[in-house]
């Protein structure tokens, strides 16, 4: 009998960001409420906003998901001070325990004044850092590598020269990451040498910047798409206007794949690569690669959907529903007794029996990390009759963790890391398993080497340095 651990068969991003910076007052609260709420893929552990006029700052911040934490109450409150400037993020813990003391912003008192930090990533050094400022008399308040780098700033700060203490920061730190940055009269964005982490710049029709992890958001509150935030690049956004400072020109793109095959949102555009249409080829390349006969193509909710109607799109064969998520599962869902652990799939996705009974199905799925969801999916759709199911994920084998943002399982835990293809076609029971190859999901992607893959093939673009005893 197969065992399989109780967990999550997705990679979880960290976290997603979002600022705005306004020559006059504007109900940026609320503006940033919005953006959140569609950042919310991205992170529903702990959410927060800070505003500031030129004076003042105000902040909220609580564990939980955007709606959960914020009401019109506490966005009246925030909007009392009539903000000009202000940041919000929402949380997915990759780093740090999930206490509210860890839910970004983080906010800072200076040489300048306050300074607040937004951040996306993961910093693969932060310890290092850690330990030396420490050694240096810095307290640390948090858990969350984004303390380094804020304390890095600080440090920094011999003059009142911000920009300079921030690339003297980013010289220091090695890792992925998106960072917003507040001070009272100015919003600053800045993503990593290699762009491994998205940020994009957009306008509103008022003529307020606006800075977001994903294009969607700025959608979302009626602003226009500039364009992305270059790799190595910092842009200053002041009264004065937008300034760009590129701190680093040496090193090769390389946006990490797994954007364009689950954590976007596929209305985003990232890098030039709208997400919809790369995972609908997607599902093209996989009918080239994997030319199955069947009588129905269906998706695992919701994650395989556009790769699934690439698949019929290119094969003819018709798309269908054969599973119905459960869509009012809370984020405190009380997890099944173990008697009843088996049975808790059909608690998120059910097999639509009188769409499945005597058909052979393709099921596409965006990845397969554990082998878990998959496993359970096949038994349930053959118990709810299905005669043949076939499984495709529409990325290649994931062989190995990421270190880079993503909370990804030890490697022991990758169902590819450990098995050969015949070996995981048994444990999750399909009658037949296939991957697309790395090469044609690059394809997918705009087809130039410019991504992040070590989570296929091992290739990192940053060394993990090892912790001095």
């Given at each position: 009998?197969?065992?399989?651990?109780?967990?999550?068969?997705?990679?979880?991003?960290?976290?997603?960001?979002?600022?705005?910076?306004?020559?006059?007052?504007i109900?940026?609260?609320?503006?940033?409420?919005?953006?959140?709420?569609?950042?919310?893929?991205?992170?529903?552990?702990?959410?927060?906003?800070?505003?500031?006029?030129?004076?003042?700052?105000?902040?909220?911040?609580d564990?939980?998901?955007?709606?959960?934490?914020f009401n019109?109450?506490i966005?009246?409150?925030?909007?009392?001070?009539?903000?000009?400037?202000?940041?919000?993020?929402?949380?997915?813990?990759t780093?740090?325990?999930?206490?509210?003391?860890?839910?970004?912003?983080?906010?800072?008192?200076?040489r300048?004044?306050?300074?607040?930090?937004?951040?996306?990533g993961?910093?693969?050094?932060?310890?290092?850092?850690?330990?030396?400022?420490?050694?240096?008399?810095?307290?640390?308040?948090?858990?969350?590598?984004?303390?380094?780098?804020?304390?890095?700033?600080?440090?920094?700060?011999?003059?009142?020269d911000?920009?300079?203490?921030?690339?003297?920061?980013v010289?220091?730190?090695?890792?992925?990451?998106?960072?917003?940055?507040?001070?009272?009269?100015?919003?600053?964005?800045?993503?990593?040498p290699?762009?491994?982490?998205?940020?994009?710049?957009?306008?509103?029709p008022?003529?307020?910047?606006?800075?977001?992890?994903?294009?969607?958001?700025?959608?979302?509150?009626?602003?226009?798409?500039?364009?992305?935030?270059?790799?190595?690049?910092?842009?200053?956004?002041?009264?004065?206007?937008?300034?760009?400072?590129?701190?680093?020109?040496?090193?090769?793109?390389?946006?990490?794949?797994?954007?364009?095959?689950?954590?976007?949102?596929?209305?985003?555009?990232?890098?030039?690569?709208?997400?919809?249409?790369?995972?609908?080829?997607?599902?093209?390349?996989?009918y080239?690669?994997?030319?199955?006969?069947?009588?129905?193509?269906?998706?695992?909710?919701?994650?395989?959907?556009?790769?699934a109607?690439?698949?019929?799109?290119?094969?003819?064969?018709?798309y269908?529903?054969?599973?119905?998520?459960?869509?009012?599962?809370?984020?405190?869902?009380?997890?099944?007794?173990?008697?009843?652990?088996?049975?808790?799939?059909?608690?998120?996705?059910?097999?639509?029996?009188?769409?499945?009974?005597?058909?052979?199905?393709?099921?596409?799925?965006?990845?397969?990390?554990?082998?878990?969801?998959?496993?359970?999916?096949?038994?349930?759709?053959?118990?709810?009759?299905?005669?043949?199911?076939?499984?495709?994920?529409?990325?290649?084998?994931?062989?190995?963790?990421?270190?880079?943002?993503?909370?990804?399982?030890?490697?022991?835990?990758?169902?590819?890391?450990?098995?050969?293809?015949?070996?995981?076609?048994?444990m999750?029971?399909?009658?037949?398993?296939?991957?697309?190859?790395?090469?044609?999901?690059?394809?997918?992607?705009?087809?130039?080497?410019?991504?992040?893959?070590?989570?296929?093939?091992?290739k990192?673009?940053?060394r993990?340095?090892?912790?001095?005893?």
């Amino acid at each position: 009998m197969v065992k399989f651990l109780n967990q999550s068969d997705k990679l979880k991003e960290a976290c997603g960001i979002f600022g705005i910076f306004s020559k006059r007052a504007i109900e940026i609260p609320s503006l940033i409420y919005y953006g959140l709420f569609s950042l919310q893929h991205r992170g529903q552990e702990g959410v927060g906003i800070i505003v500031a006029n030129g004076k003042t700052v105000d902040q909220y911040k609580d564990v939980g998901s955007v709606g959960e934490v914020f009401n019109r109450d506490i966005l009246n409150d925030l909007n009392k001070i009539k903000p000009t400037i202000g940041i919000g993020h929402v949380r997915y813990s990759t780093a740090g325990s999930k206490g509210v003391e860890n839910v970004q912003p983080l906010l800072t008192n200076t040489r300048i004044g306050s300074i607040a930090t937004a951040h996306n990533g993961n910093l693969i050094n932060a310890e290092l850092i850690r330990n030396d400022l420490e050694r240096q008399g810095s307290n640390f308040y948090t858990s969350v590598d984004s303390e380094s780098i804020i304390k890095l700033i600080s440090k920094n700060l011999a003059t009142n020269d911000l920009i300079s203490a921030i690339k003297k920061a980013v010289s220091v730190i090695k890792g992925s990451y998106s960072l917003l940055i507040m001070v009272k009269d100015k919003l600053i964005g800045l993503r990593d040498p290699y762009g491994i982490r998205p940020l994009c710049l957009g306008k509103l029709p008022s003529g307020a910047y606006v800075l977001s992890s994903e294009s969607c958001a700025l959608d979302v509150i009626g602003a226009t798409f500039i364009r992305d935030v270059k790799k190595g690049e910092i842009v200053v956004i002041s009264k004065d206007g937008i300034k760009s400072v590129l701190y680093n020109k040496t090193q090769p793109q390389r946006t990490c794949l797994f954007e364009y095959v689950y954590f976007a949102r596929p209305d985003s555009t990232i890098d030039g690569v709208n997400c919809y249409l790369s995972r609908i080829e997607q599902g093209k390349k996989l009918y080239e690669q994997h030319p199955l006969a069947a009588d129905m193509i269906i998706c695992a909710p919701d994650s395989g959907e556009h790769a699934a109607l690439g698949y019929a799109q290119a094969s003819g064969i018709p798309y269908g529903v054969g599973l119905i998520k459960n869509r009012y599962i809370a984020r405190t869902f009380i997890k099944p007794t173990q008697e009843l652990r088996e049975r808790s799939v059909y608690i998120k996705l059910n097999p639509l029996k009188i769409n499945v009974k005597d058909k052979s199905i393709v099921l596409i799925d965006d990845s397969i990390v554990r082998g878990t969801t998959s496993h359970h999916l096949i038994k349930a759709l053959k118990n709810a009759g299905a005669k043949k199911v076939y499984l495709l994920s529409a990325s290649p084998m994931i062989k190995w963790p990421c270190f880079l943002g993503v909370d990804t399982p030890n490697r022991n835990q990758l169902i590819a890391a450990k098995h050969s293809l015949p070996a995981m076609t048994r444990m999750i029971g399909c009658d037949y398993l296939g991957f697309l190859s790395l090469s044609n999901l690059v394809k997918c992607c705009g087809g130039t080497a410019k991504f992040c893959s070590g989570c296929f093939d091992g290739k990192y673009p940053i060394r993990k340095p090892s912790l001095k005893k």
